[in-house]
């Protein structure tokens, strides 16, 4: 850790990290959405995170697992385009704040420098 990373900012990094992952297998599922046998995969979003917000160790790659319960079409994929796409702008939200969340930190790391070199 740098002297300007705070324990704040290094969670939301990994924050940060599973919601651009996330996001990347859900364009996986989008763009299969006319594969045959093409089962829709996600990451358990709330368990990776509760596990990198807990753990000081250095994430590891989140593991993607077949989503369970959505119904199969007759050529065997189970890609339900209006999940992926309410689950993709959930995820594109969810980063979006990580971002101001980390540009707070930052600002207010930023201000912190300016008064102590002011004094």
């Not at 859900?26 to 990451?43: E, F, S």
């Not at 199969?72 to 990580?98: H, K, S, Y």
């Amino acid at each position: 850790m740098s002297l300007i990373e705070t324990p704040l900012m290094a969670r939301l990094s990994h924050f940060l990290d599973v919601t651009a992952y996330r996001s990347g297998v859900i364009a996986n599922n989008i763009a299969n959405v006319d594969t045959p046998g093409y089962h829709a995969r996600d990451l358990d979003f709330r368990s990776q995170l509760t596990s990198l917000m807990s753990s000081d160790q250095e994430p590891v790659r989140p593991h993607v697992v077949e989503v369970a319960g959505l119904t199969e079409r007759p050529d065997g994929n189970n890609v339900n385009i209006d999940r992926e796409g309410l689950a993709l702008g959930q995820t594109q939200l969810q980063f979006q704040t990580g971002v101001a969340l980390l540009k707070s930190e930052i600002h207010r790391l930023s201000q912190a420098i300016h008064e102590g070199a002011s004094q």
